[in-house]
């Protein structure tokens, strides 16, 4: 086994630690879980934060926009099928900020939403690997006997090192700066290192 793979194996122990260790978070994988569906996870901000909270050891968690639901449904790419899901995972957790999205579709709203066109995704980790930042570019899901499954294309090196970089594959760079200023990832989480554009 080489250093590197021996390295991202311990990565993703690290993060399924982290992700064990706290409530909230289990919490939610238990009640997407619970919507049985084909090939799913957590990822993104919620992931994000969550590693970078435990590794500046704050106290409490940090507020989240949204806890973003990702699945990859490529037989139904109804919106009401989101809709309905989301109804779901409020009722069960209506404190936990949900949005969910079925990565099979979103070249059909994409370009009127950011402006520019996208391919059709075609798996759920190929929708993960095209996500803003490679820090973000992760999520995690639980199988049904009880183990964290982590889905990280690019690895965990971006986020464990704190380090927010641009994902070329889908994000511009204007799109890139603004997400930068408006998340403020170094005032909330100082260690934190932003690569420009």
């Given amino acids: 086994m080489s250093d590197r793979s021996a390295s991202a194996a ?4 690290r993060l399924a630690t982290i992700a064990s260790a706290s409530p909230w978070f289990m919490d939610a994988l238990h009640a997407v879980r ?4 084909p090939d799913w996870c957590i990822g993104a901000g919620a992931v994000r934060n969550l590693v970078w909270d435990a590794l500046h050891h704050k106290a409490s968690p ?6 973003d639901v990702a699945y990859f449904d490529a037989g139904n790419l109804s919106p009401q099928q989101d809709r309905d899901l989301l109804s779901t ?3 069960l957790q209506p404190a936990v900020p949900w949005e969910v999205t079925n990565q099979a579709g979103v070249h059909l709203w994409f370009e009127a939403h950011f402006g520019h066109a996208v391919l059709p995704l075609l798996s759920l980790e190929d929708a993960v690997a095209s996500w803003p930042e490679y820090a973000t570019a992760v999520g995690l899901s639980l199988d049904p006997d009880g183990a964290l499954k982590v889905i990280a294309p690019h690895g965990l090196d971006d986020l464990f090192g704190m380090v927010v970089r641009r994902n070329p594959a889908r994000v511009s760079i204007a799109t890139y700066r603004q997400r930068v200023a408006q998340k403020r990832y170094a005032e909330r989480w100082p260690r934190v290192r932003v690569e420009a554009c």
């Fill in 10 to 13: 311990d990565l993703h122990r």
């Fill in 34 to 37: 619970s919507l049985a569906l």
């Fill in 62 to 67: 940090s507020r989240l926009a949204d806890v």
């Fill in 89 to 91: 995972l409020q009722s």
